[in-house]
């Protein structure tokens, strides 16, 4: 197969990083709207059970619906359901979790015939389903839980202020006014719209974490939107308040195998190329997906010393680029901002400290080429 041919079809894998594991209530509309940001994550949803003509378990009626894996008894009416959101598109073949299921019975695809896409074949593994309890008061996680038990409705929530989402708790911003921000309580989150928090002789920072330890309380009226939910509190103030004594239980994760580390499985340029273009970028694939806030600081790509000091040079050259990640395909991007000097050895180095999304670490890898003599 031509080289260039060979560096498409490698490219072409599909799969995005896992979230980091820490609960969250969610719907419905955010698991079909952000199924990237809940892969692997730790959910808590309600709704109701019930089975297709085909067998499988379904949370929700009409479309769009959820399938469920579990095998324990199903209660009637309202359930809330504890378990993990998987999307098998962004997940490998071989993965330790799909060891013990049937994926042709279990997720209704054929894997002989091709590995579904990311976001194609989706599913909640649910660990625990319960009878859902009757909602106590507008709280956030009730919002969440059953936005439209309270759509279009005027609501008043105390809930820890996150700044512009500062904490990671939800997958997307509204973007309805430069003061948004979120507000958390127990495992559910929600934005807060169209209002400055700033109150008598308080201002919270949106952009750094000096006031994430506040509690507030806020009214405004419950909308949602591209699988976000959020109180519009235009014309409502801000009041400082006490954190709640409410608490959610929660039960043991889903124990797995653990998977293998990520390692390196292809890089263009290849180690050791020869007459690599003075324009190239480097692109390196993974095994497994990596944990892309890891990345930062153990990417190092640098001319050799020791051919700046044969040449003569005063000062080695300094290689200037830029670092991506790209989920959907595990691909490590770097792009030079200006064309590599020509005849000269780049040296690539992946540093100790990059994680794969489950937190294994990939080894120190380093990546050699020479550049071209002209482009």
Request: net charge neutral; proline share 9%.
């Amino acid at each position: 197969m031509p080289r260039r041919l060979l560096i498409v079809a490698l490219l072409l894998g599909a799969t995005v990083s896992a979230q980091t594991p820490t609960r969250r209530c969610t719907n419905i509309a955010a698991l079909v709207a952000y199924p990237s940001y809940y892969h692997l994550r730790p959910i808590t949803i309600l709704g109701t059970l019930s089975r297709n003509d085909n067998g499988e378990l379904r949370l929700g009626g009409a479309p769009p619906s959820l399938r469920v894996v579990y095998t324990g008894r199903v209660p009637d009416g309202a359930s809330e359901i504890r378990g993990e959101f998987w999307d098998l598109g962004r997940m490998n073949a071989d993965d330790p979790r799909l060891a013990t299921y049937d994926v042709r019975a279990t997720f209704r695809f054929d894997p002989e015939a091709g590995w579904p896409r990311a976001g194609q074949v989706t599913a909640i593994v649910a660990s625990a389903v319960t009878p859902a309890s009757p909602p106590l008061g507008s709280s956030i996680r009730s919002l969440v839980l059953q936005p439209s038990r309270y759509l279009d409705q005027k609501v008043t929530v105390t809930g820890q202020f996150a700044g512009r989402n500062l904490l990671g708790d939800l997958p997307d911003a509204p973007g309805r006014s430069q003061y948004d921000f979120v507000l958390r309580s127990a495992d559910a989150a929600i934005w807060v719209t169209n209002l400055r928090p700033r109150g008598r002789d308080f201002e919270l920072s949106l952009d750094t974490r000096i006031d994430t330890g506040r509690w507030v309380e806020i009214s405004g009226t419950l909308q949602q939107g591209r699988g976000l939910q959020w109180i519009n509190a235009e014309g409502s103030r801000i009041t400082l308040a006490t954190a709640p004594t409410d608490t959610t239980l929660d039960e043991p994760p889903i124990r797995v195998p653990a998977a293998p580390p990520p390692e390196v499985v292809f890089s263009a340029p290849t180690q050791d190329e020869t007459d690599v273009l003075q324009t190239s970028s480097v692109r390196i694939q993974f095994s497994r997906d990596l944990d892309p806030s890891t990345l930062k600081d153990h990417v190092r790509v640098r001319y050799l010393s020791e051919e700046a000091r044969n040449l003569g040079e005063p000062d080695t050259p300094i290689a200037v680029y830029t670092v991506q990640y790209l989920p959907a395909n595990r691909v490590l991007e770097i792009r030079f901002t200006e064309p590599l000097l020509r005849y000269r050895t780049i040296k690539v180095d992946l540093l100790e400290g990059i994680l794969g999304a489950d937190k294994q670490p990939l080894a120190p890898w380093t990546l050699s080429f020479v550049t071209a003599g002209a482009q």
